[in-house]
Each structure stands twice: as C-alpha cells, then as structure tokens.
C-alpha cells in the first residue's frame, strides 16, 4: 500500500509539468494574436507578413517570436507581453519597428 502510494504522488508530479492550464493557453493564444497585430503595425504591413514563429509561456510573461515577410525580406521579431494582470500588454519589441516613409526633397 505504502509503495502504491509513493508511485501515485511520483507518477502525478511527473506528469503535471506536461499538462497546460486553461489560463495558460488563453494567454499564450491571445499573446500570439496581440503581437502580429502590433508588429503589423508598427512595420506598416498587413498581418498576413506578421507571422508566428514560436511561443514560450512564462509566470509573468510569454515571449513570441515573429517572422515579419517584408520588401522580400524576412526579419526575426521578439515580442515580450506581460501577463497577470486582467488583461495582457506588450512590454517590448526587439528590434524596434519603423514604417518605411518616403520623402521627395
């Protein structure tokens, strides 16, 4: 009996790691989301060139990486959002974004 135990308690810590909460994968999901938009934005591109690359879910943040397709280029974007709050907010995008703007002189 006492060895039945000690493998439950052993066999449920193992396997807990692996299981997602829901808060976990709403956050993630609108995390991806909030950040194509906003890199979208902020690179004057349609969303369809922001895309999602991976996700990594943390405590108080979740990190997402964007491919951003641009002028036949693709450039790497990391996006931070911070989480634990009642809603999610973006803390940084790296490298800063800027709009190409053409000037007639």
Same mark, same amino acid.
């Given at each position: 009996?006492? =060895?039945?135990?000690?493998?439950?308690?052993?066999?449920?810590?193992?396997?807990?790691?692996?299981?997602?909460?829901?808060?976990?994968?709403?956050?993630?999901? #609108?995390?991806?989301?909030?950040?194509?938009?906003?890199?979208?934005? #902020?690179?004057?591109?349609?969303?369809?060139?922001?895309?999602?690359?991976?996700?990594?879910?943390?405590?108080?943040?979740?990190?997402?990486?964007?491919?951003?397709?641009? =002028?036949?280029?693709? #450039? =790497?974007?990391?996006?931070?959002?911070?989480? $634990? $709050?009642? #809603?999610?907010?973006?803390?940084?995008? &790296?490298?800063?974004?800027?709009?190409? &703007?053409?000037?007639?002189?």
């Amino acid at each position: 009996m006492r =060895n039945f135990i000690l493998s439950s308690l052993v066999l449920g810590f193992l396997a807990a790691p692996g299981v997602a909460s829901a808060d976990e994968v709403r956050d993630r999901t #609108q995390a991806i989301q909030l950040c194509r938009a906003e890199v979208a934005s #902020q690179a004057g591109v349609d969303i369809a060139q922001a895309r999602f690359d991976q996700v990594r879910v943390r405590p108080h943040a979740v990190r997402v990486d964007i491919d951003l397709w641009r =002028n036949g280029s693709l #450039q =790497n974007v990391r996006c931070e959002v911070s989480r $634990g $709050g009642e #809603q999610l907010t973006v803390a940084s995008i &790296t490298p800063t974004l800027t709009t190409a &703007t053409a000037s007639i002189r």
